[in-house]
Nanobody
Framework: QVRLVESGGGFVQAGGSLRLSCAASGSIFSINDMGWYRQAPGKQRDLVATITSGDSTKYADSVRGRFTISRDNAKKMVYLQMNSLKPEDTAVYYC???????????????WGQGTQVTISS
């Protein structure tokens, strides 16, 4: 089965840095856009950053200049480098990817299980 697994979350002080990783695995034919979303308690899930197969990136205004999304197609991974972290960045971060499997040649959106990021003040 196809799945995404995040890692790298943790607890850091404001101003610190974290690097999140997300690995795609399974019978994957192709990966299109990938992205990171986050959800704080009692809040909706919001887009953080996206990256296309051609490495074009987009960022939420709240993280632009502090976060950097990147991908390694050979490793089937997407990363989120988070610098100058703020308490308001505290949330569960989810990896997403639009992928096509060998078994079914259609694009579908997949989600990871999420990883907790907590920023203390």
């Amino acid at each position: 089965q196809v799945r995404l697994v995040e890692s790298g979350g943790g607890f850091v002080q404001a101003g610190g840095s974290l690097r999140l990783s997300c690995a795609a695995s399974g019978s994957i034919f192709s990966i299109n856009d990938m992205g990171w979303y986050r959800q704080a308690p009692g809040k909706q899930r919001d887009l953080v950053a996206t990256i296309t197969s051609g490495d074009s990136t987009k960022y939420a205004d709240s993280v632009r200049g502090r976060f950097t999304i990147s991908r390694d197609n050979a490793k089937k991974m997407v990363y989120l480098q988070m610098n100058s972290l703020k308490p308001e960045d505290t949330a569960v971060y989810y990896c997403s990817a639009k992928m096509m499997t060998w078994a079914r040649k259609v694009w579908n959106d997949y989600w990871g299980q999420g990883t907790q990021v907590t920023i203390s003040s």
